[in-house]
């Protein structure tokens, strides 16, 4: 079976979802948080049932805690500078949610004098340095986000006197390094989001980390081929040694060989060479015989 949600029913289921999920963060905190109280007068509840005519969503913060959070970042339509009139003079806004809308600087001028706001979402809006001069009155307030809006150092300029001021998202905003760096100098207990400063700390941080291991991969590297050109010679060296040995056993037994040869040519050379000799003698002994005669013809 399907159901088909129209977009009135998916609007509500959002805001239910949205209210469910916002009582489940809040359940936890409200245990250990103080218990705060604020009268509402009657204009602040027709301020209020306003807001929720024009679209916005209010919840109470908690259980212990009646001050009131507002979003139009979940509504239909286009939400502008109108939208946010009825929060003018209201003492019980803890937290506003615009982001996304077509607030300006005009609509933020409505929060001038919303004294107990605490933290404030301008990102993706169309506010610029303006704006937040609206802003200086809100003692309370702690967070503010103006990320991707036409913001720049000179808005940060503006919020240094907010001394309650904690935390500040600057993404994707006209601030630069430069702006950054100043508040910091001027304010170093403010969370900047982006830090752009401690970012540049890191990214050069990270590149003397990259080049030297680099450069200690480069040593390895170069040692190791070091040492495999050291082995391939001796390698090359013991391999030449052992050919020339080879070659020298080689030529030893060629040698050897050689003598054996000529050893036995000798060898059968001597017998004919000692025959000569035998001849020789056995010619002598017949040259002495008519010698040996001679005597006795004489004797005769």
Not at 71 to 85: E, F, P, Q, R, T
Not at 248 to 254: D, G, L, Q, R, S
């Amino acid at each position: 079976m399907r159901f088909l949600l129209t977009s009135g029913a998916l609007a509500a289921l959002q805001i239910s979802l949205a209210t469910f999920a916002f009582h489940a963060a809040q359940a936890e905190d409200s245990k250990d948080s103080k218990s705060v109280r604020i009268e509402l007068t009657e204009a602040d509840k027709t301020a209020l049932a306003k807001l929720r005519e024009l679209g916005a969503m209010t919840l109470q913060v908690a259980q212990n805690d009646n001050r009131v959070e507002v979003a139009y970042h979940l509504s239909d339509g286009k939400i502008g500078n109108d939208h946010v009139a009825p929060l003018k003079g209201l003492k019980c806004i803890y937290s506003l949610n615009l982001r996304g809308t077509e607030v300006d600087d005009k609509g933020v001028a409505h929060l001038a004098d919303t004294t107990g706001l605490v933290k404030l979402h301008l990102e993706k809006t169309k506010v610029t340095d303006a704006a937040l001069k609206h802003l200086t009155k809100l003692e309370n307030l702690e967070y503010l986000n103006v990320y991707g809006t036409e913001v720049t150092n000179a808005g940060l300029d503006t919020i240094v006197p907010m001394k309650n001021l904690k935390k500040i998202y600057i993404w994707q905003t006209k601030v630069d390094i430069d702006g950054v760096a100043k508040l910091k100098a001027a304010r170093p207990d403010l969370q900047i989001i982006p830090d752009l400063v401690a970012d540049k700390k890191r990214a050069e941080e990270e590149a003397i980390r990259k080049a030297e291991e680099e450069k200690r991969m480069a040593e390895e590297a170069k040692k190791k081929a070091e040492e495999e050109a050291k082995k391939k010679a001796e390698e090359a060296a013991k391999k030449k040694a052992e050919e020339e040995k080879k070659k020298a056993e080689e030529a030893a037994k060629k040698a050897e060989a050689e003598k054996k040869a000529a050893d036995a040519k000798a060898a059968e050379d001597k017998p004919a060479a000692e025959a000569k000799p035998a001849d020789a003698a056995k010619d002598g002994d017949a040259d002495k015989k008519p010698e040996a005669d001679k005597p006795k013809e004489d004797a005769k």
